[in-house]
């Protein structure tokens, strides 16, 4: 077990500087994920074309991991559709939480890059936060996320 | 017992000459384990200390030689075990200073004390319009319970201030003190800041207005000795697993005039003289607080515990914990961009420190991989994180075992952290 695993160099980059870390006015959906265990609290703004993601951003303050999800997670999901980024939730769900290191990362893109997170337990909430967050965003309005 | 376990080594040492901290440390079986290839750094005390053999050795003792139901078997198992049972409830009564036995209840901890004098003092006492006063460094467990019983009845919870330093604002304690005030429930050492309160003053002023005070010793115990009548509080709360001692036991204090008055809390065995389905007769104290078997084991272990801290002397603890908090607190300054959060001039061993750019939860995964334990997180002391503006915080503790080249090992660990994410 490597810190690097964890820490990778795109990790590391997304957190000092986060894409799309901005508040959205005219979002159309917005909800908020806290981790009560470290504090992590974010708000993730979308607005949607149709069931096409036109836009998505977010603010708030948190962990590397979780300020580097977030950010990844905006990035690989503006321009796709809803039905996409639920499939992408399924696979990143999957891919910090399995066992094994089956998973396939081969459309994953950057995301690949949290796979070290696996690794280590107390973090993959911090990693998930953002997912579960995006989750409620597009399919529970106005919901509360908490990972307690 | 098995005769190739350390055997406890304590020297009777005079109370001026300080810890043999190598010596002692092979009291403590964990000590000696590793976390990632690196020796356990274990420097998180406040959330929960480590045991010393003779504690486990108590433990084991009991479940091996002598366990039965106490205050029920007229047999020879339950005569032992109970004596050792009331024998742990006389040790706690010497270790606080206690005027009686009676007023030595033993809970699960010190959560469920403040719960059980909120709900059995406070509750019936309290009507709208009365008020409570706790401070802005409280653990949850001495916040929510109170919110609890302000819902239940109408009173208002008012709160103490504190200052940019991490101290109980006195002043403003005066000026919130009113007479409609009907319980001060305040740490005697904070979790989150480690700052020492200088309870004495409060409890002077509170009592002097006929306010009945609560303290909650959960941070306090380990650190220093505590006399109730000295202080001359109401209530006196504290856990046995932070002072070498096991989970899930720990010890509510009470006045035996206060306490003589409150109705039990939870009804069943052990509370009771007589039952019938007309009428119950309560039993006198401390049992009438005391329903259902109670942890035996764990009373038994915290008098071990109690022993270990005595014979080791907690003056000498306490110097040796000040010299660490002083090594700590001198290193973690040389750190460019740490701050450290709560800077008051009495403090127990407890540094919480926030690092520019680097937040305490990626700090904890850094340290805990070069196998330094420390807590990280709000503390269950989210108001005072409030107060300071940051989310969390990081949090180093110590406790007389550690050593202050596991201090230097905290800072070498927080410069990898610095490394790898800076």
Redesign the interface.
Known sequence: MDLKDLYRDVIVDHNRNPRNFRPMPDADRQAEGFNPLCGDRLTLFVRLDGDRIADVSFQGSGCAISVASASLLTESIKGRSIEEADRLFGTMHELLTSDEAGVDTAGLGKLAALSGVREFPARVKCASLCWHTLEAALHRQDAAVSTE | MNAARPALRTPAAAAHEPLDVAALRTDFPVLSREV?GRPLCYLDNAASSQRPQAVIDSVSRYYETCHANVHRGVHRLSQEATELFEGARDTVQRFLNARSRREVIFLRGTTEAVNLVAQSYARPRLGPGDEILISWLEHHANIVPWQMVCEQTGATLKVIPITRSGEVDFEAFLGLLSPRTRLLALAHVSNALGTVVPVERFIAEARSRGIPVLLDGAQATPHMPVDVQALDCDFYCFSGHKMCGPTGIGVLYGRESLLSEMAPWQGGGDMILAVSFERTIYNELPYKFEAGTPHIAGAIGLAEAIRYLETLGLERIAAAEHELLRHATARLNEIPGLRIIGTAPDKAAVVSFVVDG?????IG??LD?EGVAIR???HCAMPV?EFFGV??TARASFAFYNTTAEIDRLLEALQ?ARE??G
């Open positions: 990632n680097i937040h305490p939860h990626d995964t850094i991989h990280t997180g709000h994180m989310p969390a990898l790898v994410l």
